[in-house]
């Protein structure tokens, strides 16, 4: 875990001192588009570098997936544990197998994810962050903030593949942003700020409000399929993506205890459903998922010790189609 200040790496844990035991996350500094002038939609020009423990980069990987993009944008994932030198590229052979389709870096010369953002910008400040959309051609960042990357990867490929599907509908998005916002800051990055906690007062009150915000979305999956109706859209991808890790990781290791998302009929259905869709269940890598998270916080596990359960099956059956 660290940093970069002005192009050097150094080994920080979040500093959760300065904001009362608060987890304060960074913003992405990367905001490039897929389409213009700069960066105009081309296959095989841009490349994707995620971690399959990361729920931000999963986003970006069932996108890719979905809108069958694989020929399009290549794929690199880096080692599970992030440790003092932050998230680390394997060697050629090491990794491909964590996810099919998967290539080692096409960036010569880096061992690190640091390398990159300096590749791009040598006196880059800042944290190093997964997923990052780079540009081989020029060597650039494109972006490096998912939300933004699965908005590029619904529409900016759409002349290069025959998938229409869209997952940010036009008469939906005042809905989905709507959904969104409040899925991300209760629950997406609720269940960082309940983990990363270091004040009892704290950690209480973004656990409160994760578990009013489950509840909530609990009552409004009774009534719909779907966040946003019957057709699924970018706000369920981005709750997937935290659900799926919820009973396996964020229940023990952030502490996030009251209950598991299998004891709500609703949500757990619902998690299956979405686990269900074609091509998802591949994006899931629960090896790195667990051995991430409890092995790359050492002040919350030092013992390193990732434990074996929970044994849940994703794959048996849903009972959302009557809905
Ligand atoms: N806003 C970013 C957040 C990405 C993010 O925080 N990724 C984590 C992995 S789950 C990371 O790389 N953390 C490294 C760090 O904070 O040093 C996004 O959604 O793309």
Same mark, same amino acid.
């Given at each position: ?26 913003q ?29 980069? #999963?986003?970006?990987?069932? =996108?890719?997936? %979905?809108?069958? !993009? +694989?020929?399009?944008? *290549? ?13 680390e ?75 229409r ?40 009150? #973004?656990?409160?409000?994760? =578990?009013?915000? %489950?509840?909530? !979305? +609990?009552?409004?999956l *009774? ?21 799926i ?33 074609p ?45």
């Amino acid at each position: 875990m660290g940093l970069l200040v002005k192009g050097e790496w150094h080994t920080d844990w979040y500093d959760t001192e300065a904001s009362g035991g608060e987890f304060v996350r960074e913003q992405a500094q990367f905001h490039g588009n897929i389409g213009d002038d700069t960066f105009p939609a081309v296959a095989g020009r841009y490349h994707l570098f995620v971690s399959l423990a990361c729920p931000w980069a #999963h986003r970006t990987l069932i =996108f890719r997936k %979905l809108k069958k !993009l +694989e020929d399009v944008i *290549g794929v690199t994932v880096v080692k599970a544990e992030m440790l003092d030198n932050g998230w680390e590229l394997g060697k050629a052979g090491e990794l491909e197998g964590a996810l099919e389709g998967a290539v080692p870096s096409p960036v010569e010369g880096i061992e690190y994810m640091h390398q990159l953002y300096t590749r791009h910008d040598p006196q880059y400040s800042g944290r190093v962050t997964v997923p990052v959309l780079w540009d081989k051609e020029t060597n650039q960042i494109v972006c490096n903030e998912s939300a933004k990357i699965i908005r590029i990867l619904n529409s900016a490929f759409d002349s290069l593949t025959e998938v229409r599907e869209d997952y940010y509908p036009e008469p939906s998005r005042d809905e989905i942003d709507e959904v969104n916002a409040f899925v991300y800051d209760a629950i997406n990055n609720g269940v960082y700020k309940t983990g990363f906690a270091t004040a009892q007062d704290v950690y209480e009150k #973004h656990y409160r409000a994760l =578990f009013d915000a %489950l509840e909530t !979305l +609990e009552t409004r999956l *009774g009534k719909q399929r779907y966040l946003v109706g019957d057709q699924i859209t970018e706000a369920d991808w981005r709750l997937f993506t935290t659900l799926i890790r919820f009973d396996s990781v964020y229940h023990g290791h952030f502490k996030c205890n009251q209950r598991q998302i299998e004891s709500y009929p609703n949500l757990s259905n619902y998690l299956r459903d979405l686990y269900q869709q074609p091509g998802v269940a591949e994006t899931v890598n629960f090896g790195h998922i667990k051995t991430h998270y409890y092995y790359s916080h050492d002040t919350i596990n030092p013992t390193r010790i990732v434990p074996l359960g929970p044994d849940i099956d994703y794959g048996r059956a849903h009972d959302r189609r009557s809905l």
